[in-house]
């Protein structure tokens, strides 16, 4: 057997997997945000960013499904839009 610390040239290291708990294999986002119905087509369609009512900004890449996480900021505004 060949000595990787006497022996010149390369050598696999191993390393441990560092993926933490919120990042998923595929590009689902953590929450889910209210926007305007007209711009998720735009969106969609024409790679425009559409703004949440949270104020957060982004291309529209997944639609929510029943049950998605929907973020809180956006929960909370849109319940009191709802009220008047």
Do not use: W
């Amino acid at each position: 057997m060949i000595d990787p610390v006497t022996t010149p040239g390369t050598s696999t290291i191993e390393r441990p997997d560092v993926r933490t708990d919120d990042q998923t294999s595929d590009d689902t986002p953590k929450f889910f945000h209210y926007v305007k119905k007209n711009q998720i087509v735009d969106s969609a369609v024409n790679g425009r960013m559409v703004v949440a009512l949270c104020g957060e900004t982004f291309p529209v890449t997944k639609q929510a499904k029943p049950g998605s996480p929907v973020c809180p900021d956006c929960e909370q505004i849109y319940q009191g839009l709802r009220k008047k």
